[in-house]
């Protein structure tokens, strides 16, 4: 029996929001947006643009700042990064370096954990190790306060305990309700995390498809390892989930998480299941009794996903960024990840579609385009999944199905393997992965496709054919010759969306 270890304090309120997500939606929520046919009719605007929720919403209002807009950013309580960091890679972060979000300094300093790389593997099959992905640990408390200063110098104005309340549309700009005040804005970015306001109008009060359940803390006392682990698991499904594992050295002890991804079946396991799991499987994995352990802080959350996503909002002079729009992938809790590949795009976009006043509905939803490398990544999610009615269904087989799939993508080679992890999914390496892991054990993948259904693979046969479509149509028109007018707003955000839907935009560092 193991020594009971009091769980995260957000874990019961956490768990009451994932039962609620497994009822039946009774009411529609609360509609926080109104559009407006009557005009604002004043070209002083209070900001160019208004950004509602802090903690990424900073990164976007800092880079828009540098550009001259003003912005002014709410946050409903006091703009403060946590304390355990995101874990990155080197490579995703230099998009701070190159936007000039952080001088060279900065860009050092909240790195505050380097380690060589990652270990992955699957049951009783091999193990691999990878480099230069998810190796870094960036103090999200340090970036955001580098951040706010930044954006304070260059004109960005905060407004702490300030919420956002609704939104007017009107044709000639939008009015912003919060608690201490109106505002007037060209436009309106939505960066207020899954549970937004504003996303659960546009999504008309939808349950998540599926969610990442996360359990885990930052502790002392654990066998000192220099690296960590990306994706790993060592026993088989069980309590109707999959137990998956990452671990990473931290600047006060070492982080470990345990993940899993469930649909809403009321069978599906609670937060509180999972971290009863964590603390008895965790010394085990890490070689350590509970009463050696030293807890830093204990984690918990809940990632919901959506089919429908990235999200695009039904209104003129709106955009979602960051988790609110949905735009990271269902496979990972990375949207701090998410958030620094899709950075440049967006601020340029943005810049855009402030410039030359396309901020119509029609405009803002190609900054939010159809991403065909998330929507297959789905079928992997639920391959991911226990069936839970099915008596002959072997516990082990998720772990041998990973384990196939990462060797044909190991064999493929890193071309292959660092954008899948870093959940970027490209034509080539998908098919090199998938074809790998069908020859190498056709049974096990056979005796997988009825499970799945015959609708999935058809939804996903689609999600992959445009894949490869969009891949065609960056290469053909990737040349010089066809950069156009840079006013051309449309041809330039098409050809981004096709780039960023196939995976293009990643490139490969050793
Ligand atoms: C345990 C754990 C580990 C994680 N590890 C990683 C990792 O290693 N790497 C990674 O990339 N990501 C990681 N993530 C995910 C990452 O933390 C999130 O993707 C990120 O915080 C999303 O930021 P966001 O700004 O979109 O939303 P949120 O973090 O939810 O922030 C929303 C902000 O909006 C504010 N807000 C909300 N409502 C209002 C309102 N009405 N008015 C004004 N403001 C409002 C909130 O106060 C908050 O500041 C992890 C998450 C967890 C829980």
């Not at 990424?56 to 950013?73: D, E, Q, S």
């Not at 490579?91 to 790195?111: A, G």
Request: a neutral charge; one cysteine or more.
């Amino acid at each position: 029996m193991a020594e009971f270890v009091p769980p995260p304090e957000a874990l019961p309120t956490l768990d009451r929001w994932w039962g609620s997500l497994r009822q039946p939606q009774a009411e529609l929520p609360p509609a926080v947006v109104h559009p407006s046919s009557a005009r604002l009719g004043s070209q002083s605007w209070d900001a160019d643009v208004v950004i509602a929720g802090g903690t990424l919403g900073i990164l976007l209002g800092a880079a828009l700042a540098k550009r001259g807009w003003r912005v002014i950013l709410l946050e409903r309580g006091i703009l403060r990064g946590r304390e355990q960091e995101w874990n990155t890679s080197r490579q995703e972060l230099q998009v701070l370096l190159e936007l000039e979000l952080l001088t060279p300094r900065e860009w050092e300093k909240v790195q505050v954990t380097h380690y060589p790389g990652g270990r992955i593997g699957f049951g009783d099959g091999p193990s691999w190790w990878v480099e230069g992905v998810l190796n870094v640990g960036v103090d999200p408390a340090g970036l955001l306060e580098h951040c706010k200063a930044h954006f304070l110098e260059w004109g960005g104005q905060l407004r702490e305990n300030t919420c956002f309340l609704g939104a007017a549309v009107h044709p000639d700009g939008i009015g912003i309700q919060t608690n201490t005040g109106s505002l007037t804005a060209q436009l309106l970015v939505d960066a207020m995390g899954h549970r937004s306001p504003l996303v659960a109008q546009a999504r008309r009060g939808q349950p998540p498809d599926s969610v990442c359940l996360v359990v885990g803390s930052c502790a002392q006392g654990l066998p000192d390892q220099p690296s960590g682990d990306l994706f790993y698991s060592f026993t088989p499904a069980q309590n109707g989930y999959q137990p998956f594992w990452e671990a990473f050295p931290a600047r006060d002890g070492r982080t470990t998480y345990l993940f899993t991804y469930c649909d809403r079946d009321p069978e599906r396991p609670s937060l509180h299941t999972l971290w009863q799991d964590y603390c008895q499987l965790l010394p085990a994995y890490q070689g350590v009794e509970l009463t050696q352990i030293h807890w830093v802080r204990k984690l918990c959350g809940v990632f919901p996903a959506y089919r429908r996503s990235p999200l695009q909002l039904p209104w003129d002079r709106l955009l979602a960024v960051g988790d609110s729009s949905g735009s990271q992938s269902p496979l990972s809790f990375g949207g701090f990840g998410a958030m620094l590949r899709h950075l440049d795009r967006l601020q340029q976009g943005i810049h855009e579609a402030l410039a030359q006043r396309q901020l119509d509905r029609a405009a803002l939803v190609l900054l939010q385009p159809y991403q065909p490398n998330l929507a297959v990544t789905w079928l992997f999610q639920k391959a991911m999944i226990p069936p839970l009615r099915e008596k002959t269904w072997d516990p082990d087989s998720i772990n041998r199905l990973l384990s196939r799939v990462f060797e044909a993508m190991f064999a493929a080679g890193p071309q292959v393997v660092k954008p899948f992890l870093q959940d970027v999914v490209q034509f080539g390496g998908l098919a090199q992965a998938l074809w790998g892991a069908m020859s190498r054990d056709p049974r096990l993948v056979a005796g997988l496709l009825p499970r799945l259904g015959l609708p999935e693979l058809v939804e996903w046969a689609g999600h992959f054919g445009a894949l490869g479509l969009f891949e065609l149509l960056q290469r053909l028109t990737d040349r010089p010759e066809l950069e156009t007018d840079p006013q051309d707003y449309f041809w330039k955000r098409r050809r981004e969306a096709w780039r960023y839907g196939c995976g293009q935009d990643y490139k490969l560092f050793p």
